[in-house]
């Protein structure tokens, strides 16, 4: 579970400029949030981020924010990671971002050799 405070993607973006976006999320994830308003394209992202947050939290490693993508199935959200899909719920206000991410920890690690 990760929680995030929107304001915080809006500040990175504020110093930094939306090319730090590209450094966070992939090409779909950053199309599916800014297609929305501003406001709620920072809810978005926000709630993407603190789904990778909360995965890497559960993994119990540091994996790279890109290697990582929120994606719909069948209308519902999940977390990719190397070809495997992990259950996840989001959910976000104007102020703060919340994802839970399951990873069944009798599954072997995917980056496991």
Known sequence: MDLVEVFRIRGLVDRRGERALHRLFSHQELAYALQASRPLAFQRLAARFAAKEAFRKALGKAVPFRE???????????????????????????????????????CPDPSAP
């Open 68 to 106: 990582m993508e929120v994606v719909v199935r069948e209308g519902a959200p999940w977390l990719r990671w190397q070809g495997r899909d992990y259950p996840l719920s989001l959910t976000h206000t104007p102020d703060l971002a919340v994802a839970v991410v399951l990873v069944d920890p009798t």
